[in-house]
């Protein structure tokens, strides 16, 4: 597995590209999910669909493989290197979970046929899309208390 890192170094810090990447998919995602979300009700209460409801879809469905790259890059780097050097294993753990839900449920959303899975997976999925920005708050600062904590 290679010499052990030096938290000093800070191995596992995104470079600036993947923080910016990691920004602006998931701020796309949740802005656009919140549009569907909203969408779907207006539409289940007017039984009228809004014009802006199917390009908040499309917009959402197309960032998907994108994040599913992103899931898979903070894995093999971000993910990999926090686990070898103990920092942050809660909250990054959680954000791990809550990705990973959100990939499966999302699939769920695509592939479901009975009513009772798919209205399972759009729960899940909004819950877990409403705790990835908090819990990715938590995860910055669990990480900011972790650096300051070894600058000491």
Known sequence: MGPPLDPATRPSRLSLFAHVAVVVLLSLSFISGLLVWQGQRVQEQTMATPAWLHPAV????????????????????????????RANLLTGFTIEFIFAGLILSGIGLYYAGAAEWRNWCVQTHRILGLLLAPGLG????AGLHWVKKRSK
């Open 58 to 85: 499309v917009l959402h469905g197309i960032l998907n493989p994108f994040l599913c790259v992103l899931f898979g890059y903070l894995c093999c780097q971000h993910i990999r290197f926090g686990w070898q050097l």
């Open 138 to 141: 938590m995860h910055w600062v």
